[in-house]
């Protein structure tokens, strides 16, 4: 999957984020290339270092879509994941673990709010727009699909949005996920 959503927290900073809009037809974010200027200057910038979770996915995915080539950043990449597993390998270590484990902070309401207004968009999506193309276990361009797909379309509360659905939080509900897990990475890094 091509990235649609960027977000980075700085240190003593609020999180900054980039969300795309998504083609409901082929899955494609449309990204604007000042938005991918931006980022590469926000990343080559970076002398102290770039916090990742799960850093490899995000470098692929940033690839994939062509805002970046993640080759000169590895030396200075931390990845929160890998340093996980050299705390604790018998713990687990995705990130609301960690963070729970580390910081004491839950932060899984915001991925079950999350999946719960993107079900909700799916099941809208399917009556009004048969033609959109949700995530599916079996469907191309996703070999890492399983029975719990619908994190694959976080893209479809601002794609619903843009054709002028609305309710309860939808516009907001994938920035406010997205950038407490920026800002919890780097909590759980330091």
Request: aromatic share 10%.
């Amino acid at each position: 999957a091509k990235p649609f959503f960027v977000t980075v927290c700085r240190e003593n900073e609020d999180p900054t984020f980039w969300e795309w809009s998504v083609n409901p037809l082929t899955r494609e974010p449309q990204i604007p290339e000042e938005d991918a200027r931006a980022i590469r200057q926000l990343l080559a910038r970076q002398d102290g270092g770039i916090v990742l979770q799960n850093a490899k996915f995000d470098a692929k995915a940033l690839l994939a879509a062509g805002v970046t080539d993640w080759t000169p950043l590895w030396p200075l990449t931390h990845d929160t994941l890998m340093a996980g597993h050299l705390l604790a390998s018998n713990h687990k270590h995705d990130l609301t673990s960690m963070v729970l484990e580390y910081l004491g902070v839950d932060i899984q309401p915001y991925e079950d709010r999350l999946e719960k207004v993107v079900k909700e968009c799916r099941t809208l999506a399917k009556r009004e727009f048969p033609d959109w193309q949700l995530a599916g276990k079996d469907c191309p361009g996703m070999p890492s699909a399983k029975e719990k797909t619908w994190k694959y379309d976080t893209w479809l509360p601002r794609a619903l949005v843009n054709v002028g659905a609305s309710g309860d939080g939808v516009e907001t509900v994938l920035s406010e996920y997205a950038c407490a897990d920026s800002f919890f990475t780097l909590k759980v890094w330091h």
